[in-house]
Protein backbone atom coordinates (compact mmCIF):
# COMPACT_ATOMS: atom_id res chain seq x y z
CA UNK A 1 0.00 0.00 0.00
CA UNK A 2 1.74 3.47 -0.74
CA UNK A 3 2.81 5.32 2.10
CA UNK A 4 1.13 8.55 2.03
CA UNK A 5 4.23 10.23 4.35
CA UNK A 6 6.53 8.82 2.82
CA UNK A 7 8.52 10.44 -0.41
CA UNK A 8 10.26 9.04 -3.32
CA UNK A 9 12.67 10.10 -6.08
CA UNK A 10 12.56 9.45 -10.34
CA UNK A 11 15.42 10.16 -12.19
CA UNK A 12 14.55 13.82 -12.03
CA UNK A 13 12.94 14.60 -8.93
CA UNK A 14 12.54 13.79 -5.61
CA UNK A 15 8.57 14.01 -4.20
CA UNK A 16 8.35 14.90 -0.92
CA UNK A 17 4.99 14.75 1.28
CA UNK A 18 3.76 18.02 1.80
CA UNK A 19 3.97 19.78 4.91
CA UNK A 20 2.70 23.49 6.47
CA UNK A 21 6.41 24.46 6.18
CA UNK A 22 5.95 24.17 2.24
CA UNK A 23 3.47 27.20 2.39
CA UNK A 24 5.60 30.16 1.10
CA UNK A 25 7.42 28.25 -1.35
CA UNK A 26 4.52 26.83 -2.95
CA UNK A 27 2.62 30.37 -3.06
CA UNK A 28 5.71 31.96 -5.14
CA UNK A 29 5.57 29.35 -7.50
CA UNK A 30 2.14 28.85 -8.45
CA UNK A 31 0.97 32.48 -7.86
CA UNK A 32 -0.18 32.72 -11.19
CA UNK A 33 -3.14 33.71 -12.72
CA UNK A 34 -2.82 31.57 -15.86
CA UNK A 35 -2.59 27.78 -13.90
CA UNK A 36 -6.43 28.08 -13.04
CA UNK A 37 -7.24 28.81 -16.81
CA UNK A 38 -8.69 25.05 -16.81
CA UNK A 39 -9.34 24.14 -13.17
CA UNK A 40 -11.21 27.73 -12.31
CA UNK A 41 -10.44 29.59 -8.93
CA UNK A 42 -7.76 31.91 -8.26
CA UNK A 43 -4.35 31.48 -6.84
CA UNK A 44 -4.08 31.54 -2.95
CA UNK A 45 -2.38 34.15 -0.63
CA UNK A 46 -0.05 33.00 1.56
CA UNK A 47 -1.96 32.72 4.46
CA UNK A 48 -4.82 30.17 2.32
CA UNK A 49 -1.67 28.21 1.03
CA UNK A 50 -0.17 27.82 4.93
CA UNK A 51 -4.06 26.78 6.01
CA UNK A 52 -4.69 24.71 2.39
CA UNK A 53 -0.78 22.60 3.56
CA UNK A 54 -2.25 22.01 7.05
CA UNK A 55 -5.38 20.32 6.09
CA UNK A 56 -3.23 18.36 3.38
CA UNK A 57 -0.77 17.21 5.54
CA UNK A 58 -3.60 15.23 8.00
CA UNK A 59 -3.22 12.63 4.78
CA UNK A 60 -7.04 12.27 5.88
CA UNK A 61 -10.21 14.30 4.41
CA UNK A 62 -11.82 16.50 7.66
CA UNK A 63 -14.55 13.65 7.74
CA UNK A 64 -12.03 10.78 7.72
CA UNK A 65 -13.50 9.49 4.38
CA UNK A 66 -11.01 9.74 2.32
CA UNK A 67 -6.89 9.21 2.74
CA UNK A 68 -5.22 11.95 0.63
CA UNK A 69 -1.36 12.00 -0.18
CA UNK A 70 0.38 15.33 -1.53
CA UNK A 71 4.06 15.65 -2.70
CA UNK A 72 5.59 18.42 -3.85
CA UNK A 73 8.17 18.02 -6.71
CA UNK A 74 11.79 19.11 -6.20
CA UNK A 75 14.17 19.03 -8.72
CA UNK A 76 17.52 16.99 -8.01
CA UNK A 77 20.31 18.96 -8.34
CA UNK A 78 18.86 21.90 -7.53
CA UNK A 79 16.39 21.47 -4.81
CA UNK A 80 13.77 23.59 -5.88
CA UNK A 81 10.62 23.33 -5.99
CA UNK A 82 8.67 23.05 -9.48
CA UNK A 83 5.26 21.72 -8.40
CA UNK A 84 3.24 18.89 -6.77
CA UNK A 85 1.24 15.70 -7.28
CA UNK A 86 -1.60 14.39 -5.36
CA UNK A 87 -3.96 11.68 -4.66
CA UNK A 88 -7.51 11.10 -3.08
CA UNK A 89 -8.31 7.55 -2.21
CA UNK A 90 -12.25 7.82 -1.75
CA UNK A 91 -13.15 4.18 -1.69
CA UNK A 92 -10.63 1.13 -1.52
CA UNK A 93 -9.31 0.13 -5.00
CA UNK A 94 -9.86 3.76 -6.08
CA UNK A 95 -7.44 6.79 -6.75
CA UNK A 96 -7.97 10.04 -7.99
CA UNK A 97 -4.68 11.94 -9.19
CA UNK A 98 -3.92 15.15 -10.28
CA UNK A 99 -1.05 17.60 -10.89
CA UNK A 100 0.22 21.21 -11.13
CA UNK A 101 3.68 22.53 -12.48
CA UNK A 102 4.23 25.92 -12.15
CA UNK A 103 4.27 27.79 -15.52
CA UNK A 104 8.29 27.89 -15.57
CA UNK A 105 8.94 23.99 -15.34
CA UNK A 106 5.61 23.40 -18.04
CA UNK A 107 7.06 21.36 -21.01
CA UNK A 108 10.43 19.70 -19.85
CA UNK A 109 8.35 16.07 -19.11
CA UNK A 110 8.47 17.05 -15.19
CA UNK A 111 4.67 16.52 -14.66
CA UNK A 112 4.54 13.17 -16.75
CA UNK A 113 7.78 11.57 -14.80
CA UNK A 114 6.00 12.45 -11.69
CA UNK A 115 2.17 11.55 -12.49
CA UNK A 116 3.58 8.31 -14.16
CA UNK A 117 5.74 7.73 -10.91
CA UNK A 118 2.54 7.95 -9.08
CA UNK A 119 0.61 5.91 -11.27
CA UNK A 120 2.82 2.68 -11.69
CA UNK A 121 2.85 3.00 -7.37
CA UNK A 122 -1.21 3.43 -7.31
CA UNK A 123 -1.37 0.58 -10.11
CA UNK A 124 1.03 -1.83 -8.26
CA UNK A 125 -1.63 -1.37 -5.19
CA UNK A 126 -4.70 -2.72 -7.36
CA UNK A 127 -6.13 0.66 -7.48
CA UNK A 128 -8.04 2.53 -10.69
CA UNK A 129 -6.11 5.46 -11.26
CA UNK A 130 -8.35 8.44 -12.58
CA UNK A 131 -7.80 12.09 -13.57
CA UNK A 132 -10.37 14.70 -14.03
CA UNK A 133 -8.75 16.65 -17.33
CA UNK A 134 -10.48 19.99 -18.84
CA UNK A 135 -11.24 18.91 -22.53
CA UNK A 136 -9.49 22.18 -23.71
CA UNK A 137 -6.41 20.99 -21.58
CA UNK A 138 -3.93 19.16 -23.90
CA UNK A 139 -1.11 19.80 -21.96
CA UNK A 140 -2.67 17.89 -18.97
CA UNK A 141 -4.26 15.16 -21.58
CA UNK A 142 -0.51 14.23 -22.45
CA UNK A 143 0.20 13.74 -19.10
CA UNK A 144 -2.54 11.29 -18.55
CA UNK A 145 -1.46 9.38 -21.22
CA UNK A 146 2.14 9.42 -20.60
CA UNK A 147 1.28 8.24 -16.66
CA UNK A 148 -1.00 5.33 -18.57
CA UNK A 149 -4.27 6.66 -18.18
CA UNK A 150 -6.87 6.25 -21.21
CA UNK A 151 -9.81 9.39 -21.41
CA UNK A 152 -13.50 8.35 -21.43
CA UNK A 153 -16.63 8.94 -22.53
CA UNK A 154 -17.61 10.52 -19.10
CA UNK A 155 -17.87 13.87 -18.46
CA UNK A 156 -18.29 15.14 -15.04
CA UNK A 157 -18.42 19.39 -14.12
CA UNK A 158 -16.93 19.89 -17.52
CA UNK A 159 -14.14 17.49 -17.20
CA UNK A 160 -13.74 14.12 -19.06
CA UNK A 161 -12.28 11.53 -16.93
CA UNK A 162 -9.24 9.57 -17.77
CA UNK A 163 -8.34 6.14 -16.16
CA UNK A 164 -6.86 3.44 -16.47
CA UNK A 165 -8.11 -0.06 -17.82
CA UNK A 166 -10.94 2.34 -19.67
CA UNK A 167 -13.08 0.29 -21.76
CA UNK A 168 -15.26 3.21 -22.69
CA UNK A 169 -13.03 5.33 -24.51
CA UNK A 170 -14.42 7.41 -26.91
CA UNK A 171 -12.81 8.62 -30.18
CA UNK A 172 -10.59 11.77 -28.72
CA UNK A 173 -7.42 13.40 -29.60
CA UNK A 174 -5.71 16.35 -27.44
CA UNK A 175 -7.56 19.23 -27.18
CA UNK A 176 -11.08 17.95 -28.64
CA UNK A 177 -13.53 19.17 -26.76
CA UNK A 178 -16.92 17.44 -27.20
Same mark, same amino acid.
Given at each position: ????????????????????????????????????????????????????????????????????????????????????????????????????????????????? !? %???????? =? @? +? &?????????? #?????????? !? %???????? =? @? +? &?????????? #???????????
Amino acid at each position: MIDLGTGWSTARLILEPVQPGHAVELHALLDDETLHRFTGGHPLDLAAWRDRLELWSRRRSPDGTQAWGNWVLRQIGSGEAVGYVQVTLPAPGRAEVAWVLGRRWQGLGLASE !A %AASLVARL =L @A +D &GCTVVAHIHP #DHAASQRVAA !A %AGLMATDR =L @A +D &GEREWKTGAT #DVGPLSYGDHQ
